[in-house]
């Protein structure tokens, strides 16, 4: 819980909340109230889950009046001004189990809490009269109707008709959109239609786009609240909604995240676990389980599903949602490949990554390893092989293996690492050639391959044997003079130097191609190079490429964004890679458990409440960048810390 004597409002406008509902949709905004992104908002609905987000309610103004005084909850940033400054009444901020914000003015006390209704667009807000005299609420829903990308402005095509039927709102924004429904468990309602012009969004600012948003008032809904007495605002696409009971569902929702269980006695890997549950969803499009990648604005990716999930989902003995998720995939492989990305609706998937397919095979060993559950890898098995099939004799993109028994991808104008940025038709970070964590995850493939085939009876000799020859030929070509990896060798076999973090996965994956005396070398050189208590550094600050600070606007920040910036997911892969070395001593254990501080203070206190950023400057990183909460990040710390358990 956050406390506030003097309320200090850069540090409530820095500090974000954000709550799902598993298809895709959330609410959030920043502790003092003020929407500081586009992405922020009471009801962010998905409507073809978990995609095709539209942010619908902004926010709710909220007022007060009690024996002639009349103050606001509410704070908005417009140009040059804050009003009005309801942050300067707001004593403190609870996160669990759901955001809590408690406001007081001399004897007059309101506590006001958000939550989401589990697959359904319905955010409900709880008003609670906490003080010891009553007083009216005034509230004053402001409105928009876009995608969670663009910004909203004031234009005659908006009409945002009000229908009144009892205690329920109907509007509709045009009359081709789907409606909003409104509904408020006492008081009246009055129209009164209105424009709020320029909220200003900090955060857009910052990251060099546009910034200035407008909102529809439909008008006020008021009510009396007596000191104990609670009232309720719920906003959502379900008509069916309108008929519900806002205190049950509460209830109902407590329940359910008190049951997010996971055996261990650190606190913050319990919290890691339940923080983790935001990312779960289901896709409509397959019926089944996914991952969306991060909030506040990626989809579920291929890549980051598989790699987010070995901690999320199976570490946390979530056997149904693991094949769940696995089958979502699995029935989109095409040419031996998985999805990189599902778009909205109406869009095929995208295969434009060479590591996600890899990692299918390291969370389908994770979940054999901690499920023994033979019978789902025999119903799957015959896809691994087509898998390998295609990657031996190639398949898009020009991935193959070469002659040299090295996995090989790539074509000019395409990304298929996770070094992906593109900037204007420019890869920034291309890596053609033969990536040094591509062909660690290609051994390990092979290694596992040959496992679970053994324990199927089947003969996987030749696949055998073709995982001798790629770890010879990994430790002759990827192993530097000075004891590190080689990043990427190019198509002319020339070896890039540069100390970046991807040579850790040979170390941190289950299946090492290295000597330990070797793995121990890379270790010491990413360590010196590489490590911050946040996460890696993506490339060497000695690099004449090296980028410290991630700012500025898209071209600019992703110039930047493999350059240097640490990310956070890859904490969780040296924390491995160094149990991994250290042969998990308790004292290895104790070290990584140790040095998880960083980011167990960032998770309770910075940022996102409760989350973990998707990156931090590589110069000196504290303040998280990117996205406030991001799978693989959470995900990563979570499995290394159970392993350190």
């Given amino acids: 819980m956050f406390t506030f004597a003097t309320p200090d409002l ?55 009046e009690s024996d002639g005084q009349v103050f606001s909850l509410s704070s908005n940033v417009y140009p040059g001004v804050i009003h009005p400054q309801g942050y300067q009444w707001l004593t403190s901020f609870e996160r669990d189990p759901f955001p809590k914000t408690y406001f007081q003015k001399e004897n007059i006390g309101i506590a006001k809490t958000v939550f989401m209704r589990h697959g359904s667009n319905t955010t409900v807000v709880e008003y609670e009269n906490t003080g010891l005299q009553k007083f009216q609420l005034q509230l004053n829903p402001l409105l928009v109707h876009r995608d969670y990308h663009h910004l909203f402005h004031e234009s005659p095509i908006w009409k945002f008709l009000a229908t009144e039927q009892g205690k329920t709102i109907e509007v509709v924004a045009q009359h081709h959109l789907p409606s909003l429904w409104i509904h408020y468990s006492k008081g009246k309602f009055q129209s009164q239609p209105d424009w709020y012009r320029n909220f200003q969004y900090e955060r857009e600012k910052e990251r060099g786009l546009d910034y200035a948003e407008d909102a529809k008032s439909i008008g006020l809904l008021t009510c009396n609240l007596l000191p104990g007495d609670k009232m309720y605002l719920v906003l959502s696409t379900e008509q069916n909604d309108m008929t519900g009971n806002p205190a049950t569902w509460k209830k109902q929702e407590e329940k359910r995240k008190e049951n997010i269980l ?33 909030y506040h604005w990626f989809t579920d990716w291929g890549r980051d599903t598989m790699i987010a999930m070995r901690g999320l989902v199976i570490a946390g003995g979530s056997k149904r949602i693991s094949e769940s998720i696995f089958e979502t995939f699995l029935s989109n492989i095409d040419n031996g490949m998985i999805p990189n990305r599902f778009p909205d609706q109406g869009e095929q998937p995208e295969y434009n990554t060479i ?12 979940y054999f390893q901690k499920f023994q559950d033979l019978g789902f890898i025999k119903r799957i098995f ?55 964590e591509i062909n660690a995850l290609w051994y390990n493939a092979l290694a596992i ?53 991807n040579q850790i996965y040979a170390i941190s994956l289950p299946f090492s191609p290295l000597t330990r005396k070797e793995s121990k070398k890379v270790l010491e050189v990413v360590e010196k ?25 898209p071209w600019t920040r992703d110039h930047a964004y493999h350059q240097g910036t640490v990310w956070s997911h890859l904490w969780g892969e040296y924390a ?43 110069g000196r990183p504290n303040e998280g960048k990117g996205c406030i909460q991001q799978a693989w990040s959470v995900g990563m710390t979570l499995l290394a810390l159970l392993k350190a358990e």
């Fill in 10 to 64: 850069q540090f409530l406008l820095s500090r974000e909340w954000i709550v799902t509902n598993g298809i895709g949709g959330y609410a959030s905004s920043s502790i003092s109230g003020a929407n500081t992104r586009r992405y922020h908002g009471l009801l962010v609905a998905s409507f073809h889950p978990p995609t095709d987000r539209r942010v619908l309610v902004s926010k709710v103004e909220e007022q007060i």
């Fill in 262 to 294: 996971i055996d261990s006695t650190n606190s913050f890997v319990r919290d890691l676990y339940k923080s983790g549950n935001q990312f779960l969803v289901q896709r409509q499009s397959s019926g089944g389980s996914t991952i969306i990648a991060g």
């Fill in 355 to 366: 590591d996600g397919t890899l990692w299918l095979f390291v969370a389908l060993y994770e």
């Fill in 382 to 436: 015959p896809k691994l092989s087509e898998i390998l099939t295609f990657h031996f004799e190639g398949t898009r993109f020009n991935i193959h293996v070469n002659d040299d028994d090295l996995l090989y991808g790539g074509e000019a104008g395409t990304q298929l690492t996770w070094m992906d940025a593109k900037v204007d038709g420019h890869v920034v970070t291309p890596r053609i050639g033969c990536p040094v």
């Fill in 449 to 501: 391959y040959t496992e679970l085939g053994t324990l199927l009876d089947h003969d996987v000799s030749a696949i055998n044997k073709r995982k001798k020859e790629t770890g010879k030929a990994f430790r002759e070509n990827f192993i530097h003079k000075k004891g590190y990896l080689y990043d990427v060798i190019d198509p002319d076999g020339e070896k890039d130097d540069a100390i970046r973090p």
């Fill in 529 to 553: 190079h590489l490590y911050t208590p946040y996460g890696l550094r993506s490339l060497s600050q000695k690099d004449p490429d090296f980028k410290a600070i991630y700012s500025g606007d």
């Fill in 576 to 618: 491995i890679a160094y149990l991994q070395v250290h042969q998990y001593s308790a004292a290895a254990k104790h070290f990584i458990r140790i040095q998880s501080g960083t980011l167990e203070e960032h998770f309770y206190h910075r940022d996102g409440i409760n989350c973990i950023s998707e990156i931090f400057d590589g």
